[in-house]
């Protein structure tokens, strides 16, 4: 038997192997069912991905051993909905023989009914039946019912599951869906930096049989090893003595991956507090920039952190913001965090819960059109594309963004009185020169690696012009504030040539940047009462989706660069000067 789930979880294997790579860099926050825990959390795989799972159990005592995998295939067949399939195999060794075989086949669904609000925590819904197939199966079919409450509490989480498990009166217990109820609190943390969730977990459970209630422990940890492969770890041990199988080890690798397009969905209502997380666009080029430019994709992870940061010690703590921002969290991203940053993306839910609990349409509409940014890098980072070919596929990305209206910014320029001349504007750049300064450095390095990418001819050249812009935003930060870009780097100014090809995606980061200094200001300007920031924070960003109100002209964006003082003050041109 054993023989036959390794041949499964091989095969299985390698249709992942051969299959282009396309999630996030998130998915060890996802606590998966039995994965290292009984406990899951209250989220979904994305929309458009679609997950391998290969797990592996042990569960040892003095009377019976059981080896067992469980594949799964997990899919985000629409926001916050998944559906999948389970395939059960098991080895049990007891006083009495082996015994061997498939132990229910089954598939669930699973849906997510809100996010976290202000005060309440994220709840969703799985349902889950098995068939009576198999050795090790119930005699009749099953289903599970499983309610799921996740609240965020910074670094921490907090997780509540129930589940009812319905099955006939007079059938035999099977392996799979053993006992008719469980109940479970756990407890994890996040190491966004080595991109680690540790996890605890205290499950009660139905011993089936007629026994007593079973309690057991367990801990694990979930670890991404790359942008797609996550290993997990646990182990459990029951707390009463005359425990079948006392102790419980778990290890198993999942992986990630897109299938196609999402396709356009309507902007939610006013408030909605469903995450509707999206996958990347399916592709080869995925990863690309950074496997070949690490130390400018590093820099973006902690770039996050810094967005996140702002935006929670605005909201949390506007008393001691100024000091802590100016002093505390600029020395820590300057001198720790950019200069040794984290492999993979950070996850902004554990730097700024709160914040993301008023404004997570903000959060959702800036990790969007981050993804966009990636994505770009990624299609010119391709040496295997020809140049017409990245062209077109930056043009595709662009099309898949706006697609998703609801939290797409327009790819029309919206006029510079948006963020400079509404009555909350400029206050937090008067403020906070030195955290300010830092995310316009940000902004022209994001914009001004284009640059290179397109107009270097060979991947020497193109890492050579990479180096070099890197060293031009470390210059600006060795100096703070005094190098820093004294306006809004604009697109179109400094990445020219990016914005010649590619001026709908070039407008897009504009906006999305008047955007980031909007939100500061209205975070940290008190004309704005605390009561009334998360409205007129949304309020903001409906105005951003708009393509037809507040434009400037597209002659007027061109000229931005002159209007605002010369591209100097903005931090330069980005690779080759034209």
């Known amino acids: 038997m054993r023989r036959i789930i390794m041949a499964v979880l091989c095969a299985v294997g390698g249709v992942v192997a051969i299959t282009s790579p396309a999630a996030g860099q998130l998915d060890y926050r996802n606590l998966d069912d039995g994965r290292p825990l009984w406990t899951e959390d209250a989220w979904p795989v994305e929309r458009r991905a679609l997950e391998f799972l290969f797990p592996y159990s042990l569960g040892w005592g003095r009377l019976v051993t059981l080896h067992s995998s469980q594949p799964e295939l997990a899919w985000g067949a629409w926001d916050n909905f998944m559906l999948g399939a389970k395939l059960p195999l098991a080895v049990v060794r007891g006083s009495s023989g082996n015994e061997a075989g498939v132990a229910g086949p089954g598939a669930f669904l699973f849906y997510n009914l809100r996010g976290e609000g202000r005060s309440l925590p994220a709840l969703a819904v799985r349902a889950e039946g098995h068939l009576p197939l198999g050795k090790l199966a119930h005699d009749d079919p099953t289903l599970t019912l499983k309610g799921i409450a996740t609240r965020t509490l910074g670094r921490e989480r907090v997780h509540l599951n129930a589940a009812w498990t319905a099955v006939g009166a007079d059938a035999d217990d099977g392996l799979e869906g053993e006992g008719r109820w469980a109940a479970s609190i756990a407890v994890d943390r996040t190491l966004y930096r080595t991109s680690t969730l540790l996890a605890a977990e205290l499950l009660a459970q139905d011993a089936g049989r007629g026994a007593p209630a079973s309690l057991r422990a367990a801990v694990g940890l979930r670890r991404q090893m790359s942008p797609t492969l996550v290993l997990d770890l646990g182990m459990s041990r029951a707390l009463q003595k005359d425990a079948d199988q006392p102790w419980g080890l778990t290890i198993g690798l999942s992986r990630a991956l897109g299938v196609g397009r999402g396709g356009r969905t309507d902007r939610p209502a006013a408030g909605q507090t469903t995450r509707a997380e999206w996958h990347y666009l399916p592709g080869a080029f995925n990863w690309q920039f950074a496997a070949r430019y690490p130390e400018a994709a590093g820099l973006f992870n902690a ?129 906070y020169p030195k955290m300010n300064g830092l995310i316009w450095a940000y902004h022209w390095l994001q914009v001004g690696l284009y640059e290179p990418l397109m107009q270097e001819p060979t991947p020497a050249a193109k890492k050579a012009g990479i180096a070099d812009a890197l060293s031009r935003f470390w210059a600006m930060a060795d100096s703070a504030p005094a190098r820093f870009p004294s306006v809004m780097p604009m697109t179109s100014a400094v990445a020219p040539t990016f914005s010649a090809a590619h001026p709908r995606a070039a407008i897009i980061f504009d906006n999305l940047h008047m955007m980031h200094d909007i939100i500061s200001d209205i975070l940290a300007n008190p004309i704005v009462a605390r009561a009334d920031k998360p409205d007129l924070i949304r309020a903001q960003l409906a105005e951003f989706r708009n393509p037809e109100t507040n434009l400037m002209g597209i002659d007027h964006w061109w000229m931005m660069a002159a209007m605002m003082g010369g591209v100097e003050r903005m931090g330069g041109v980005a690779g080759r000067k034209k």
């Open 303 to 431: 770039f996050d952190y810094g967005h996140a940061v702002l935006y929670e010690r605005l909201w949390t703590d506007p008393a001691t913001a100024p000091a802590l921002l100016e002093t505390t969290e600029f020395e820590f991203l300057t001198r720790d965090l950019l200069v040794r940053p984290p492999r993979f993306a950070v996850a902004e839910d554990v730097i700024e819960p709160t914040y993301a609990r008023i404004a997570l349409e903000a959060k959702q509409m800036f990790h969007w059109a981050h993804l966009l940014h990636r994505q770009l890098y990624d299609a010119y980072a391709d040496e295997r594309l020809s140049r017409p070919e990245q062209h077109a596929l930056v043009e595709r990305l662009t099309d898949d963004y706006l697609s998703r209206n609801q939290l797409a910014f327009t790819d029309q320029p919206k006029a510079m009185e948006l963020m400079d001349e509404q009555p909350f504007s400029q206050y937090f750049r008067r403020q």
